[in-house]
C-alpha cells in the first residue's frame, strides 16, 4: 500500500520562488526519502533523512521530518526552470530494504 | 559506470505473449527491485531481491515472475500479458542494510503497452 501521502499534488511557481512540499505517512519508519522525477525519465534520488534526524540540508534543498506528526517537508530554495519535475516522498521500515512510494507532487517552475 | 541499466525502453506486447524485461547494475548492489508506476498510483513495488538466489513478492506480484541468478542482474518476466499491465516499469537497486533501506538508484525504464 502507499505509504508516503505528499501535498499539495501540484504547484506551479516562478523562478526564483520557494517551492513546499509536505509528505504525510501512517505507520512507523526506519527513514524517508525524497526522489525527483523529470518526465519520461527515472527517478533520482535527492536525500534521505533518517527517523532521528529533525532536519538536513542538500544544496538548495531542505529536508524536515517530524515524527509525531507522522510527516516530512521538502523545501526547494530560489527554485530555477529546470526544477520543474515531480517529486515523491518514500519510506522505508525497520529490518528491510523496501520502500513504499508516494503518488508523486508535480512542481512546474516557471522562467 | 552505468548504474542501472534497463533493456528495452519501449515495448509492444499482444494480449497472452510472455516477455522478460531486463535489469543490470553494475555497483555491487544486494538489493533490486521492481516497480511499476501508472497515472495517479504513484510507484508499486512488485518483487524484490535482497541478494542472489532470494527473492519476494511485493505489493502487486500477480501475473510477473523473477529470478536473481547473479548479484547484477534481476529479470521480470511477464507470463501471459494482459492489457492491465500495460505500465511503465522500473528496476532500482541499492545497498542492503539490516536496519534499513539506504537511496535507490533507478533506471531509465521501460515502456510496455499490451494490446
Known amino acids: 500500500s502507499q505509504q508516503g501521502e505528499e501535498d499539495p499534488q501540484a504547484l506551479s511557481i516562478q523562478e526564483g520562488e520557494n517551492a513546499t512540499m509536505n509528505c504525510s505517512y501512517k505507520?512507523?519508519?526506519?527513514?524517508l526519502q525524497w526522489y525527483r522525477q523529470n518526465s519520461g525519465r527515472g527517478l533520482v534520488h535527492l536525500i534521505l533523512?533518517?527517523?532521528?534526524?529533525r532536519e538536513k540540508h542538500s544544496g538548495r534543498l531542505r529536508v524536515t521530518l517530524d515524527t509525531s506528526k507522522k510527516s516530512s517537508s521538502l523545501l526547494i530554495t530560489a527554485s530555477r526552470a529546470a526544477d520543474t519535475a515531480s517529486y515523491f516522498c518514500?519510506?522505508?521500515?525497520?529490518?528491510?530494504?523496501?520502500?513504499?512510494f508516494g503518488k508523486g507532487n508535480q512542481v512546474v517552475v516557471i522562467p | 559506470n552505468a548504474g542501472v541499466t534497463q533493456t528495452p525502453k519501449f515495448q509492444v506486447l499482444k494480449t497472452g505473449q510472455s516477455m522478460t524485461l531486463q535489469c543490470a547494475q553494475d555497483?555491487?548492489?544486494?538489493?533490486m527491485s521492481w516497480y511499476r508506476q501508472d497515472p495517479g498510483m504513484g510507484l508499486r513495488l512488485i518483487h524484490y531481491?535482497?541478494?542472489?538466489?532470494?527473492?519476494d513478492q511485493g505489493e502487486v506480484p500477480n501475473g510477473y515472475n523473477v529470478s536473481r541468478s547473479t548479484t547484477e542482474d534481476f529479470p521480470l518476466r511477464l507470463l501471459s500479458a494482459a492489457p492491465s499491465q500495460t505500465s511503465v516499469y522500473f528496476c532500482?537497486?541499492?545497498?542492503?542494510?539490516?536496519?534499513?533501506?539506504?537511496?535507490?538508484?533507478f533506471g531509465s525504464g521501460t515502456r510496455l503497452t499490451v494490446v
Open positions: 532500482a537497486s541499492s545497498y542492503a542494510g539490516a536496519e534499513g533501506s539506504y537511496g535507490y538508484t
Open positions: 533523512i533518517r527517523s532521528n534526524e
Open positions: 518514500a519510506t522505508g521500515s525497520y529490518g528491510n530494504n523496501r520502500l513504499a
Open positions: 531481491s535482497v541478494g542472489a538466489g532470494i527473492t
Open positions: 505507520t512507523s519508519i526506519n527513514n
Open positions: 555497483m555491487n548492489h544486494e538489493y
